[in-house]
Every structure is written in C-alpha cells, then in structure tokens.
C-alpha cells in the first residue's frame, strides 16, 4: 500500500461540535456533513455525532437517505430542497426538514400528494443572490405554505455571503432584512453558519448551522482554528519514498519550474494531486517531515511531490510527512496554495486510505 494515510479523529468531531453549542446556548445545531461530512467520511462523522447532534444538514437526497440510514430520529436539513417534484414524495419518507429555495419549489410542494407533512424551511436571499426568495415573496406565500396539508413547521432561513469577514456591512444588511421578517408566525429560524456562530450572537436564532469548526478548521482569514478554541480533524500524511542530491543549477520536477540556488538535498513525498493535494501550491508551501518544517518545491505530480530537505540533513527515506494536521494546520497550507481549508478537506479522493481514531 501506498505510505498515505488521512487520519480523523472523531473526539475532536465531538469536541467542536460542543463548542458550537456553548457558543449559542438553548439554541440547537444541524451538523453540516454534506459532501461526505467535508470529505472526512460521513458514515463515521454522523456515527460520531449520534449521541450528540440535534440534527443534521446535506446538500442532495441521496446525502439525506444515507445520514437517515445512520440515524433514524435525528433531522436532517436538506439544504438545497428537492430538485424535482418526484424527489418531494422520499424526502416526506425519510421525513426530512425541506428548503424552499425558490417559487418553483414552493408551487411543487402545494401541488404534491405526500404520505405525511413536512418541516419547511422558507429560504430568504437576504442579500446574498444564490438561492432563496426575496422578503415581498416570503410575506407573500407565508398564508399560503402556513395553512398547506403539506406543512408540518413553516420555518425561516437564509445564508451570509461575508460573515468570514468581520465588520462586513453586507453582513449587517442581511441580518436587518431577515429580522424585518420575524412579525410573520414562523415556528423556527435559522441563519448563523460557523463564521455568524461564532462572532454575531444576534445571528443565532433557534438552530444553528456549524460547518467548516466541525471539522477543525476556521472560516477566518486573521482567526486561527487554535485561537477559535478548535481541534484539528484530519492529518493528512504521508511518507519520504526518496531523497537525492541536486547541485545548484539543476531543476526539479515537472516544467523544470524550480531550478536550485545552491547544492540541494531533494526528498520524494507519496502524496500527489490525484489524492488532492493542490497541483497549484507554490513552491514554499509548508509541510512537515519527522516533525520538522520543510518546504515544497517544483510542480505537485499525479502521485508524488518534492521537498526542499537541505537544512534537514538527517531527513531518511521512510520519515513521516505530514502535509497537513495536527501540528500543521490546514488552514496555513490552504493560505499557502492560494485557496481556504474548505476546498483542500472535500477534495481528499477516494484513494487516500481514511483512519478514525478517538483522540
């Protein structure tokens, strides 16, 4: 087997999980798991959080169906709604909560025959122009969905563009439209992702949306996921399979793109784009071998990349290499590559062996 491993420890899962929660308290929280729990395997994530969630939020009802498998009592959010009418009659089986996004959405769900009311969620674009319905619209259908057969809870939501930076007067002005709509009877709100739950107390509402904290990484530029009181999730590490000798002048990997200013000691890392480490991470982007910093140098290959090992002459081959973790945060890395922590956890593939541990 390839020496790479993505190692996830579900106590800090937990961890964060119960930090989000004393950041609101009374208020409830969906875990967000959509995309295979941000890549960290939503099988053992939503296992992890059983005993602990209040529910559970997913992008596509073939998300919804696996997390009800897992848990038969638990809500589960689907954020997106249904993307035809056909799907309406499953997601009242595995008795969802359900996003109306849009009028078409709501004209399906009026018109279906569904074996049990549904939780509804009326999405408000409250400035962010993604999905949702404008606030004349909300006040519009409110009669129409609050008096329906086919609603259970007739709820309220919307989602911030920037509450990642902080002071943002979008941020504000979101916030001011979704609270002139609390006069209208709904049963619950909904508005605060990890960046509003963890700095805009009046965002909190009655459930709470935590994402990107669960998983140990921040949604800060100038906040750090150790700052934040989080616990890093997963390590991604890997192996030196060789080290070399280059003298100054010689180049190294794909394009001849990083060329030695000095006799250098090369080491060979088994971890590439094709397990999602980013192609377009820079040369100096950090990562650590035996605990050490190092630097990448040249292009990131299909299954391999190269590290700068000349100020680590006791680097061997078979050191470990930690791309990123525990010790290296991932969040560094992605600032690194040009990119956010979100995007470096989803896109860790199939190929990468996952280990679960419990701290």
């Not at 002459?313 to 991932?330: C, F, N």
Request: aromatic share 6%; net charge negative; hydrophobic share 50%.
């Amino acid at each position: 087997m390839r020496p790479l491993v993505a190692t996830v420890d579900l106590a800090a899962i937990v961890h964060n999980y119960r930090l989000a929660k004393r950041c609101a308290p009374g208020r409830q929280a969906f875990a967000v798991v959509k995309a295979n729990a941000y890549g960290h395997g939503v099988r053992e994530v939503v296992s992890a959080l059983h005993e602990e969630a209040d529910g559970f939020a997913v992008a596509s009802l073939e998300e919804a169906a696996e997390v009800r498998a897992l848990h038969g009592e638990a809500r589960i959010l689907l954020l997106e709604g249904c993307f035809a009418a056909e799907e309406l009659p499953m997601a009242a089986q595995l008795n969802l909560d359900l996003v109306l996004q849009g009028c078409e959405q709501v004209e399906a769900l009026l018109a279906a025959r569904l074996p049990r009311p549904l939780n509804v969620w009326l999405k408000l674009d409250s400035g962010m122009h993604r999905l949702g319905l404008a606030a004349d619209a909300v006040r519009a259908l409110h009669p129409r969905l609050r008096g329906a057969a086919q609603v259970a809870e007739l709820n309220l939501m919307s989602h911030f563009a920037c509450a990642d930076e902080r002071g943002h007067a979008l941020t504000e002005a979101q916030l001011e439209c979704f609270l002139d709509l609390l006069d209208l009877d709904f049963d619950q709100r909904s508005l605060a992702n990890s960046a509003a739950l963890l700095t805009i107390p009046a965002a909190h509402m009655d459930w709470l949306r935590p994402g990107i904290m669960l998983y140990g990484a921040t949604p800060f530029a100038e906040l750090s996921a150790a700052e934040l009181g989080l616990r890093p999730v997963m390590s991604l590490t890997a192996q030196l399979i060789a080290v070399r000798e280059v003298a100054a002048g010689e180049s190294v990997g794909y394009g001849a793109s990083w060329v030695a200013e000095r006799p250098s000691r090369i080491g060979t890392v088994s971890c590439g784009y094709a397990d999602g480490y980013p192609r377009h991470a820079p040369s100096g982007t950090p990562l650590l071998v035996g605990g050490q910093r190092a630097a990448l140098v040249g292009r990131v290959s299909m299954d391999m990349l190269t590290v700068d090992l000349t100020d680590l002459p006791e680097a061997r081959v078979g050191d470990a290499v930690e791309l990123w973790g525990a010790s290296l945060p991932v969040d560094e890395v992605a600032q690194a590559a040009g990119t956010i922590g979100y995007e470096l956890l989803t896109k860790v593939t199939a190929r990468v062996p996952r280990r679960y541990t419990q701290g």
